[in-house]
């Protein structure tokens, strides 16, 4: 990634503009991040039930602890690996910054990557809800 893309990155993230798609940048570039794979199943992207109580999923806990800090990022990690109609499953994420019942915390930015966006399709929804960097 360029300087002035990443430089513009930056602006981005700090004025909280949402939801973010970068291409060709390791996750490991950003801290205080909760990597979520493209390639994560459905079930554990939603929330579950335990006995009565529906609970948020493992990797939203970890989010919401990250984000008492400071501001944390929601990384969706190479979104383009998967079939176009799979990457729908982070719609609900990247539309309404919610997943099932839980909203994201309020300094929580959602950030995706990409590898290679030329050979490899992004669903023209997903495509739509993102500012490209």
């Not at 798609?21 to 390639?39: C, G, W």
């Not at 499953?89 to 309020?106: A, G, V």
């Not at 950030?111 to 399709?121: A, D, F, G, I």
Request: net charge negative.
């Amino acid at each position: 990634m360029t300087e002035e893309r990443m430089d513009l990155l930056e602006k981005y993230l700090r004025s909280g503009f949402n939801p973010i798609l970068v291409e060709d940048i390791p996750v490991d570039s950003f801290h205080n991040s909760v990597v979520l794979p493209a390639t994560l199943d459905p079930l554990e992207l939603n929330g579950h039930y335990e006995d009565r109580n529906f609970c948020p999923p493992h990797w939203y806990q970890e989010l919401v602890e990250k984000s008492k800090k400071e501001a944390v990022i929601l990384l969706i990690e190479n979104i383009n690996e998967v079939d176009p109609f799979e990457q729908n499953k982070f719609i609900e994420l990247l539309k309404y910054k919610k997943i099932s019942t839980f909203s994201l915390p309020m300094n929580c930015l959602v950030l995706v990557t990409c590898k290679n966006l030329e050979e490899r399709k992004l669903s023209e929804e997903v495509f739509s809800l993102l500012a490209k960097i």
